[in-house]
T-cell receptor
Framework: KAGVTQTPRYLIKTRGQQVTLSCSPI?????VSWYQQTPGQGLQFLFE???????NKGNFPGRFSGRQFSNSRSEMNVSTLELGDSALYLC??????????????FGPGTRLTVL | AQSVSQHNHHVILSEAASLELGCNYS??????LFWYVQYPGQHLQLLLK??????LVKGIKGFEAEFIKSKFSFNLRKPSVQWSDTAEYFC????????????FGGGTRLMVKP
């Protein structure tokens, strides 16, 4: 069974640009969550989608947005990039949206560098 | 809002030594607790989780954790570490019925010397 895949794996952008990251969950998984990992702030929750609906959103500015498609694939978008957006962006998928029963499986991440 | 503290940022042990990594959380309600591990060059993966019942939880690779409700703690333990346990360990919490919104601690880097 293929794991969570994220594309691209590495990305370099300049300030002010926008970027779209993609996540393909494990087959059959309907929940996708996104996290930002930085040396200073650690792992921080961005958002969670289940059946194309955003269920939870972390404490990030409106420049960060996401969506989920009917095939459960998800994208996140960051507009007007800032230097501080440089990070590893992790995607996790699970069968459902119940952390009690549904283990989250993480992807390898997309390394975003903003110059 | 909930928060998670991992007091040990870096730990260095020799093989066969015992391990205990501290994790404390702050949240007034019922929580689900997790330990994740990230081996060098690998994805973040679940070690163990606790929801209810026996406060001593056993996970993969010989790890266990004990939930002490009165101390808001969920410490990770292993009786005898191996070189292959070198990794970064993250404690995480999510309020019960809050979906998959994990709040992570800052992580503990463990180095095991052969």
């Amino acid at each position: 069974k293929a794991g969570v895949t994220q594309t691209p794996r590495y990305l370099i952008k300049t300030r002010g640009q926008q970027v779209t990251l993609s996540c393909s969950p494990i087959s059959g998984h309907r929940s996708v969550s996104w996290y930002q990992q930085t040396p200073g702030q650690g792992l921080q929750f961005l958002f969670e989608y289940f059946s194309e609906t955003q269920r939870n959103k972390g404490n990030f500015p409106g420049r960060f947005s996401g969506r989920q498609f009917s095939n459960s694939r998800s994208e996140m978008n960051v507009s007007t990039l800032e230097l501080g957006d440089s990070a590893l962006y992790l995607c996790a998928s699970s069968l459902g949206a119940n952390s009690f029963t549904d283990t989250q499986y993480f992807g390898p991440g997309t390394r975003l560098t903003v110059l | 809002a909930q928060s998670v503290s991992q007091h040990n940022h870096h730990v260095i042990l020799s093989e066969a030594a015992s391990l205990e990594l501290g994790c404390n959380y702050s949240y007034g309600g019922t929580v689900n607790l997790f330990w994740y591990v990230q081996y060098p060059g690998q994805h973040l993966q679940l070690l163990l989780k606790y929801f209810s019942g026996d406060p001593l939880v056993k996970g993969i690779k010989g790890f266990e954790a004990e939930f002490i409700k009165s101390k808001f703690s969920f410490n990770l333990r292993k009786p005898s570490v191996q070189w292959s346990d070198t990794a970064e360990y993250f404690c995480a919490v999510t309020p019960n019925n809050a979906g998959n919104m994990l709040t992570f601690g800052g992580g503990t880097r463990l180095m095991v010397k052969p």
